[in-house]
């Protein structure tokens, strides 16, 4: 067979590696923080767990596919058999990348959710309605990938009597239903954040705090852009090459958005001169930039301080908020 695409291969392998090196790390230290120092491990916690799980098992498929399935290849150069990995390997990937999405998607609703059960409890129920989608529709998507021919083996035997769905356009289904439900999870808190008594600046740096899932959009965004063609290509096995590129990145920034916030409060215990040097440096700058001001602790700091006590005592939210509302009176 005429690798048609190798530097996609190349790319392929280097994406995972990095990617595991850096979001294992991640979670294994997000578990620490919140099993050892927190004392929260909570559901959010087995949800992103389950999603790495799900997520190593589809690079692993992707993987596969691009050396054994004929990814990045003209469908003209290859052989039957192998055309039949190829369906096996693209059914196995969707079916196990949907659940990954969901579960990370869901870790999110529950921080989402023990931040703002007792300032907004409006709010809960539109969180308790995106949960309820996600779940929904993830359900639906995989149940239409799994048992979309009848019978199943036709699915990647095409020399099998039967009939199919439209399987390409489940996949672009799951691409869409997926950009849609990030978008609505970086857009989520907004009206929260909006509303408090902060300058604009720190509004919008909650609300990165908050969205960490942007990254995840926009990845998201391009996939789907990817994908798109698949519909209609007389080429999938090479054209699918790019689009797996896009899922391996988004299935390792899943995992790292939802670990990342922790970080400082990893490092608070076990290298807090990293911390106090962090702070003794933006206090350094205010001096100079205004020798007669006071020195304040930096306002976006505090912002970290509040989400961090939050997440530990979730009954302490009315003190979270009046802290909150002190937000004028800091400088960054």
């Known amino acids: 067979m005429d690798d048609s695409q190798p530097w996609l291969q190349t790319a392929n392998r280097v994406l995972i590696g990095v990617g595991l090196a850096i979001n294992t790390p991640l979670l294994v230290m997000r578990i620490y923080t919140k099993i050892r120092l927190m004392r929260k491990f909570w559901w959010d916690d087995v949800c992103l767990i389950l999603a790495w799980m799900f997520s190593l098992g589809t690079q692993a498929i992707i993987l596969y596919g691009f050396g054994h399935a004929g990814y990045g290849i003209h469908a003209s150069q290859v052989p039957l058999s192998v055309l039949s990995t190829y369906r096996k390997c693209m059914l196995a990937a969707s079916t196990i990348y949907v659940p990954a999405l969901a579960f990370a998607k869901l870790a999110l609703l529950m921080l989402y959710y023990r931040l703002l059960q007792a300032t907004h409890p409006r709010y809960i129920y539109a969180i308790y309605a995106v949960g309820f989608i996600i779940a929904g529709y993830s359900i639906a998507l995989s149940l239409a990938l799994i048992f979309g021919c009848s019978p199943i083996q036709k699915s990647w035997d095409m020399t099998v009597t039967g ?9 672009l289904a799951t691409a869409i239903t ?5 978008v609505t999870l970086m857009l989520l808190p907004i009206p929260i954040v909006w509303g408090l008594r902060l300058p604009v600046i720190q509004k919008i740096g909650v609300l990165c705090m908050f969205g960490v899932g ?11 852009a990817t994908l798109m063609p698949l519909v209609t290509s007389q080429d999938q096995t090479h054209d699918i090459a790019l689009a797996a590129i896009f899922i391996n990145i988004e299935a390792n920034t899943i995992i790292i958005c939802g670990s990342f916030p922790y970080l400082r409060q990893f490092l608070r215990y076990h290298a807090p001169r990293w911390i106090e040097y962090s702070l003794s440096s933006r206090r350094k700058y205010s001096s100079t930039e205004s020798p007669s001001a006071p020195v304040r602790k930096p306002g976006l700091t505090q912002l970290q301080d509040d989400i961090e006590r939050a997440v530990n005592h979730t009954d302490g939210m009315a003190s979270v908020e009046g802290n909150i509302e002190r937000g004028p009176r800091e400088v960054l």
């Open 163 to 171: 009939s199919c769905i439209n399987i390409s356009g489940v996949y």
């Open 178 to 182: 997926n950009t849609i439900s990030d």
């Open 214 to 224: 942007f990254l995840t959009t926009s990845i998201s965004i391009v996939r789907l």
